[in-house]
């Protein structure tokens, strides 16, 4: 199985300051086609999960241009250009390169 | 639009059967695959498999193969999973998630889930 790892578990932002998560797995998301099948969702407190980024890098519609995604090979990055209140959550990246899916062990995002 | 829509929570004895429904509404329900995914109190998410809603075929994560059973109802629009021989470890949240699949790209990513369900499981 691919292993999924993210860092920090825990981020503390204050409003308007940018946020960052890192994804790693445990071997090469890149797909025969050349896309990297590694997605990010947020589970905002109280709900089910919401699809925010997938491939990579391309945003689901609906979510804000202040996310982003970006990375390679087994090494990624969520990006949150000014965080705001509505952000709070966990924060979780998911390989659907090969089942079984996994996922990382989540990062909770919190307001300072 | 798309609305999946869960069955309530239950409370089963160690060793007893569950069956969950995912009723979904808003989109043809046979061209979009069902994923099942399990949430423990407080830890990440675990993916339990998938149905192909339209042939029934089923994959599941090696994890449950043994205990899993999903079904469904194409008349219904129902979604099933039903999980037997359950333990105190199974105790969590089970969302059913709708796959949306880009044939361009071959990726497949959940983009719509149920409210989820909570399955509570003690003597």
């Known amino acids: 199985d691919i292993v999924m790892t993210q860092s920090p578990l825990t981020l503390p932002v204050t409003p308007g300051e940018p946020a960052s998560v890192s994804c790693w797995s445990s071997?090469?998301?890149?797909?025969?086609?050349?896309?990297?099948?590694l997605d990010w969702y947020l589970q905002k407190p109280g709900q089910s999960p919401q699809l925010l980024i997938y491939?990579?890098?391309n945003r689901a519609s609906g979510v804000p241009d202040r996310f982003s995604g970006s990375g390679s090979g087994t090494d990624f990055r969520l990006k949150i250009n000014r965080v705001e209140a509505e952000d709070v959550g966990v924060y979780y990246c998911?390989?659907?390169?090969?089942?079984?899916?996994?996922f990382g062990q989540g990062t909770k995002l919190e307001i300072k | 639009q798309v609305q999946l829509v869960q069955s309530g929570a239950e409370v089963k004895k160690p060793g007893a059967s569950v069956k969950i429904s995912c009723k979904t509404s808003?989109?043809?329900?046979?061209?979009?695959?069902i994923h099942w995914v399990r949430q423990a109190p407080g830890q990440s998410l675990e993916w339990v498999g998938w149905?192909?809603?339209?042939?029934?075929?089923?994959k599941y994560s090696q994890q449950f193969q043994d205990r899993v059973t999903l079904s469904r109802d194409t008349s219904a629009r129902i979604a099933y999973m039903e999980l037997s021989s359950l333990r105190s470890e199974d105790t969590a949240v089970f969302f059913c998630?709708?796959?949306?699949?880009?044939?361009?790209?071959?990726?497949?990513?959940?983009?719509?889930w149920g409210q989820g369900t909570l399955v509570t499981v003690s003597a």
């Open positions: 998630a709708r796959e949306d699949y880009d044939i361009w790209s071959a990726h497949i990513k959940f983009d719509s």
């Open positions: 808003g989109y043809t329900f046979t061209t979009n695959a």
């Open positions: 149905i192909n809603t339209g042939n029934g075929d089923t």
């Open positions: 071997q090469s998301l890149l797909h025969t086609n050349g896309y990297y099948y």
């Open positions: 491939l990579g890098s």
């Open positions: 998911m390989q659907t390169l090969q089942t079984p899916y996994t």
